[in-house]
């Protein structure tokens, strides 16, 4: 599966963004998907994770209760929804496929879409 990841930009401390990643292939809706990061200077980190029938989502403690994720099978995609956003946000976000909760893994990993969040 060909991923893209979209939606990212220049937003104030406090703020929303919604990120999509969208899929080619058919076999999109059987895969686990993940939303990961990348800050300037840090490994990469898992953000979400959502299971292939979206019944099943976990978040990283940074994120939780800020940030959502969810899919839609019949449109090939995966959205993670920013909210309340922090400095501390600021990183190149990434979609992965065949993701495990908490772990940083994943397959066919699109570009990425850069946020950045000022104070």
């Known amino acids: 599966v060909q991923l893209q990841a979209s939606g990212g930009g220049s937003v104030q401390a406090g703020g929303s963004l919604r990120l999509s990643c969208a899929a080619s292939?058919?076999?999109?809706?059987?895969?686990?998907m993940g939303w990961f990061r990348q800050a300037p200077g840090k490994e990469r980190e898992f953000v979400a994770y959502?299971?292939?029938?979206?019944?099943?989502?976990r978040y990283s403690d940074s994120v939780k209760g800020r940030f959502i994720i969810s899919r839609d099978n019949g449109k090939n995609t995966v959205t993670l929804q920013l909210n309340s956003l922090k400095p501390e946000d600021t990183a190149v976000y990434y979609c992965?496929?065949?993701?495990?909760?908490?772990?940083?893994?994943?397959?066919?990993w699109g570009p990425g879409t850069q946020v950045t969040v000022s104070s």
């Open positions: 959502i299971s292939w029938n979206g019944g099943t989502t």
């Open positions: 992965a496929a065949d993701a495990t909760p908490g772990k940083v893994a994943g397959r066919d």
């Open positions: 292939g058919r076999k999109f809706s059987s895969y686990d």
